[in-house]
């Protein structure tokens, strides 16, 4: 049984268990927990904000971690805005041929190897889309290969340091410990074993346990989906002036119907069946081209316009179908379609709204928009232009055509071989080490002081959600070492299960940061989980760079749940997916890495 030697340990015991339920239950946003819990042990006093104290809580702003981080995050920007990630999205189309097998394989190859340098959320932000649209044109079902596209991001991830965040967060953390400097292919070994593992794994096993599932735009047929939004307006004396909308020709009408009703310029908020029409009214119809044709034939309205009652002519749009994606920092999670005021906002319609696994047809104006939501949108070209172009809202209909650099791409290629050569070979060669915070600095620097990313679109790359809550989780941590509380599970681990065998704790070391990963942020797994693993092997007398190894992997080891890792979520929404597809096809997936990273860590880096 854990006993607390002192009062610091038992409350900071609860505060881990708070932080933990609050980000299980997300209250409020991680970035917040993470720097409330960072406060909380200030005014405690357990940490001090005293210049001289090496327990200052504000020297976690200087930490090398969060700042690399930002800085890739800005490598990863200047690689898309430049068009780079964009053409190997096109190459890969070009290589996918027209075997689904070979598809799935080029698929992977390509974005395990890009994630391995770049951020991997832009990375599947932009294969997204192409999958989709490659999958509709060839009736594949999108589902067999969204699930497999995040999968690869992640095992992608593992091959390098700067593959993934957690990766920096650990190995800046093990540095800071006084452990050896880890060079930028230090853990590729395993990493090629993850994604070779990983591969082999989705292309037998896997495939049988990916689901069939449909996305929002298979819910209209594909002949019929690309329909009209017609404006007409009833005319003064017209046989529709008075009459209750369920009385008229309207409400019978096949291939085109009633979408709203404006009057003096306002949406007429109550139900269809409640209106009564007056002259001047403005109708929208939503119809296929036939009932665009029917609309203009119907008596009593004019599409043509009318000067005796003021009104300009309303043309006729052609309307365009789309599947769209609430991003992780749009401004519209947390808001209903009603709240956001959609159609008059934007121009545009929504359809239907997929959630955890269902398709919303009805009544989803009042449901709260989250992360991850998929909204099937319909509407004119140029209003669709215009939605997509925010950072709230993802396209998934096809790639985002934005005006890249592409005269700055070798520019952009150059700074990522450089930051990866130097963090690669120093200290040989005559080369000096370098520190990869140093590096990630000048590479930044030169994208942006070469304009292959500008200022603004440098700072709304950077994920600061995630920085924070690094910043915040740093400072728990150094709270939890300083008390001792760090200390006092070790031995409870070791001495109290009576495990001796660093082998064994050392998979149980990596299954803790897989679970914990499944559940809440895998950098705020890196940051909790490294110092405990360092000071669990220096309990058990071995080397602790096996255990940062396995807490870096197992921190990475997202494959059962939708909502352990970013990348998940995204695909969750899009693929149609159920919460449980994502622990039948992931849940065996996590089972093999765990045994293999438990007999390959100690194999690769002995005890």
Known sequence: MLIFETWQQTFLAV???????SFVKEWISAELIALSALLACVVSGILSVDPEDPFNALRVFSHPAPITVACMFVLSAALEKTGVIEALGTWFEKLAGDSPAKMLVVMMVIVASLSGFVNNTPVVVVFMPIVIGICRR?????????????YAAIVGGTMTIIGTSTNLIATSIAEKKGLENFSMFSITPLGIIFVVTAFIYMLTIGKKLLPTRVTLATLLDNDNSREFITHAYVRKESQLDGQPFPETSLASMKKARVIE???DGRRLRRPLNQIVFKAGDEIVFKGVLEGVMDVSNTEGIDVRGNDAVGLEGIRTESALLMEGIIGPESTMTGKSLKELNFRQRFGVLILAVHRSGRNLRERFEDEKLAFGDTLLVQGPQEKMRHLFQRQDFINLSEPEHTVLRR?????AIGALLLFMVMGALGGN?????VPIVLLALVGAMLVLITRCVQPQEAYQAIEWKVVFMIFGMLGLGMAIDKSGLAQLIANGMTHGLGIEDPRIMLALMYLLAAVMTEIISNNAVAVLLTPLAIVVAETLGVSPIPFVIAVMFGSSASFSTPIGYQTNTFVYGAGGYKFGDFFRAGFPLAVILWLIASFMIPVLWPF
Not at 15 to 21: D, E, M, N
Not at 138 to 150: D, F, H, Q, W
Not at 407 to 411: E, M, V
């Open 15 to 21: 505060l881990v268990v708070v932080v933990f339920i």
């Open 407 to 411: 005269s700055k791409a070798p520019i």
């Open 261 to 263: 009703v404006l009057r």
């Open 138 to 150: 060839r009736e594949y079902t999108a589902s067999k290969y969204l699930i497999p596209l995040s």
């Open 429 to 433: 060669f005559g080369i000096p080490q």
